[in-house]
C-alpha cells in the first residue's frame, strides 16, 4: 500500500528539506511533457472551447485507500490511463470533514478551522471553490455528501443544483434535491449516478461551462456493496509487513493497544472493493455522456479520496493515524484539451490542499487579482498550489485532533517529504469546538520512509542524545511549530524550473 524504495538508504539530512527530490523529479507527469504544460498554464483561451474555460468534474470518494484500483478500471483506464496518476498524494488531516474542507478551500484545516468531524459552519463559504466559479459564470451542482454534520433542510451554499445526502448512507437517507427535503430508499451510489447523468444531459444546450462535485458515501464504513456485488470475489490479499508488525512498542499506547487482526483487515478491504464497483459504476456512466456530448477531452476531470484508511497496519483498522496508510490517497487528473493525457505517472509531493488552486488555475477565475499575479489567489490566498504548474514542494504538513477528553488518540501534527516523516503528540483536546491542554509533546515520531515504507522502526524511540541530534529533532520541532501557525502551513518552498521560490526555508 505504501510505494517508497525499500533498500535505498536516505541522502537527506531533515535539515535539507528532502532536496534529492530535486533531481528525480518529473514536472507534472515527465519530462517530455513539462515544456507543454507550462505552455498550457499560460493561455487564456484553446481551440474548440467556447470561452477557453474547461467543463470541470471533481469526484470526492469517502475513506478510499491507496491498493483499491483493482475495484475501479474504468476510472484507472480513463483518468489514470489517459490523464496523470498522482504516486505521492497526502491527506493533509486524515479525517473526513476537515479534508473536505480542505478540498474545497484549498487551505489546511487549522486554516479553515473545520477541526473534526463537527461544526461545518467554520468553514467561511465565502472562500470555497464552488463560489469563485459561479462568480466566474460556471454553473454548479453538488451530488451526493457535502461536510459531515451539514443540516440536510440547508442548502450547500454557491451550488444552482443539488441532491445532498445527510447523514451519508448506502441504503434509505434523507436527502434535499434542490430545496425538497424527504427519504430516498434507493441504494446512494446509484442514486448520485443518475442525479449527475441527467445533469449532465441537461447541459447539452448550454454555453455555460460546469462544475460538477459528485460525492458518494463509497468505501466508507459499514462498506455495503449494492445488491450485484455483494458476493464479488475479490483478489487475495495476505497483508504487509505492518500488518504482520508484533513489536510495536516504538509506536504510541493507543497503537500499542491496537489489536485489528490480519483476517479483519481483509474483511474491510473486501467491502470497500465491492463498494467502489459501484462507484466506477457511476464513473462509466458520466463518461458515456461526456464523450456523447464531444466533451471528454475539455473536461478536467479529478477523481481523490478524501483520506485513506488502514486494513491492520500496526494493528490499526481505521483512519485518522498519522501512518500511510490513512494519510496517503489516490489522485488522478484528465484533460487532454489542456495537454493532460497519455497516462502519466507525477511523483511530486501532493495533497487535497492542491486541488482548488488547480482548478482555479485551470479555468482562470480571477478574485483580488490575477491568480498568477500580485495578490491572487495564488499568489499567497491559499495553502496549496495548482498542479498544473512545475513546481515541487519539499514538505507537507499533516495535522489531527483529538476529540474531547474520552478518544484515546492524541492530537498530533507531522512533517513528510520524499525521505522521511517526523511526528510530535500533543496535550492538546478539541472539546466543545475550543482547544484546550498545555500542547506539550508527548511523544514523537521518526521514520526513514526509504529504507523503512511501512513505517516500522520508530527511530526515536529510546533515542540517544546523539541519535537526537543526528536527526535534528531540535530543529525539525523549530519548524513544525512554525508550519502549524503559518498562514500557509507548512510554509514549504516551492521550487520551478528557473530556480527556488523562497519561502521559510532555513539554509
Known amino acids: 500500500m505504501i510505494n517508497g524504495g525499500v533498500g535505498r538508504p536516505s541522502e537527506t539530512s531533515p535539515r535539507s528539506g528532502g532536496r534529492r527530490l530535486l533531481t528525480r523529479r518529473t514536472f507534472l507527469f515527465g ?4 515544456a507543454a504544460v507550462t505552455g498550457i498554464c499560460g493561455r487564456t483561451s484553446r481551440p474548440g472551447a467556447d470561452d477557453g474555460r474547461p467543463n470541470v468534474l471533481l469526484v470526492v470518494t469517502d475513506d478510499q485507500p491507496l491498493g483499491t484500483e483493482w475495484a475501479t ?3 484507472r483506464e480513463l483518468v489514470g490511463g489517459q490523464g496523470v496518476t498522482f504516486t505521492r498524494a497526502y491527506a493533509t488531516t486524515p479525517l473526513c470533514a476537515p479534508s473536505r474542507a480542505s478540498i474545497l478551500s484549498g487551505r489546511y484545516a487549522h486554516n479553515h478551522g473545520v477541526l473534526q468531524n463537527e461544526r461545518p459552519q467554520r468553514l467561511d463559504q465565502g472562500t470555497v471553490l464552488p463560489r469563485y466559479l459561479r462568480e466566474a459564470g460556471y454553473r454548479t451542482a453538488l451530488f451526493g455528501k457535502y461536510l459531515n454534520g451539514w443540516n440536510v433542510h440547508q442548502a450547500p451554499p454557491h451550488f444552482d443544483e443539488y441532491a445532498l445526502m445527510q447523514p451519508p448512507k448506502y441504503g ?3 436527502w434535499n434535491v434542490n430545496g425538497t427535503v424527504s427519504s430516498q430508499s434507493a441504494y446512494s451510489t446509484s442514486l448520485i449516478r443518475d442525479h449527475a447523468v441527467e445533469f449532465l444531459r441537461r447541459q447539452r444546450r448550454s454555453e455555460r461551462p460546469w462544475f460538477l462535485y459528485v460525492s458518494p458515501y463509497a468505501p466508507h464504513k459499514p462498506f455495503t456493496p449494492e445488491q450485484g456485488y455483494a458476493g464479488l470475489a475479490v483478489p487475495e490479499w495476505n497483508g504487509n509487513p505492518a500488518v504482520a508488525e508484533t513489536d510495536k512498542r516504538d509506536k504510541p499506547e493507543y497503537v500499542q493497544q491496537a489489536d485489528t ?3 479483519e483487515g481483509r474483511e474491510i478491504r473486501a467491502g470497500q472493493l465491492r463498494t467502489l464497483r459501484s462507484v466506477d459504476d457511476l464513473f462509466r456512466a458520466l463518461r458515456a455522456e461526456l464523450l456523447a456530448q464531444g466533451q471528454l477531452d475539455d473536461t478536467l476531470i479529478i477523481v481523490i479520496s478524501d483520506n485513506g484508511y488502514c486494513w491492520a497496519d500496526h494493528g490499526w483498522g481505521a ?3 498519522p501512518y500511510g496508510p490513512a494519510v496517503r490517497i489516490p489522485l488522478y487528473m484528465s484533460w487532454p484539451a489542456g495537454g493532460i493525457a497519455g497516462g502519466g505517472v507525477d511523483d511530486r509531493l501532493v495533497a487535497n490542499i492542491d486541488i482548488a488552486p488547480t482548478i482555479l488555475d485551470a479555468v482562470d477565475v480571477r478574485h483580488g487579482g490575477p491568480l498568477s499575479g500580485r495578490g491572487g489567489l495564488l499568489d499567497g490566498g491559499l495553502d496549496g498550489r495548482s498542479l498544473l504548474r512545475p513546481q515541487v514542494r519539499d514538505r507537507l504538513l499533516l495535522e489531527w485532533w483529538r ?6 488518540r492524541h492530537s498530533w501534527a507531522a512533517t513528510v517529504t520524499a525521505d522521511y516523516q517526523y511526528v510530535e503528540y500533543y496535550d492538546t483536546v478539541l472539546h466543545g469546538g475550543v482547544l484546550t491542554g498545555t500542547g506539550a509533546i508527548l511523544y514523537r515520531e521518526y521514520y526513514d520512509l526509504r529504507r523503512d515504507p511501512y513505517q516500522l522502526t520508530n527511530l526515536l524511540h529510546d533515542a540517544t542524545p ?4 543526528q536527526l535534528d529533532t531540535t530543529f525539525l520541532s523549530a519548524r513544525l511549530a512554525a508550519d502549524r501557525k503559518s498562514g500557509h502551513g507548512g510554509g514549504a518552498p516551492w521550487r520551478t524550473a528557473q530556480g527556488v521560490v523562497s519561502r521559510n526555508v532555513r539554509r
Open 261 to 263: 487482526t490480519l483476517g
Open 172 to 174: 434509505s437517507a434523507m
Open 403 to 408: 476529540a474531547g477528553p474520552h478518544q484515546a
Open 319 to 321: 483512519k485518522s493515524v
Open 466 to 469: 546523539a541519535v537526537m541530534d
Open 31 to 34: 519530462a517530455a511533457t513539462a
Open 73 to 75: 478500471p474504468a476510472l
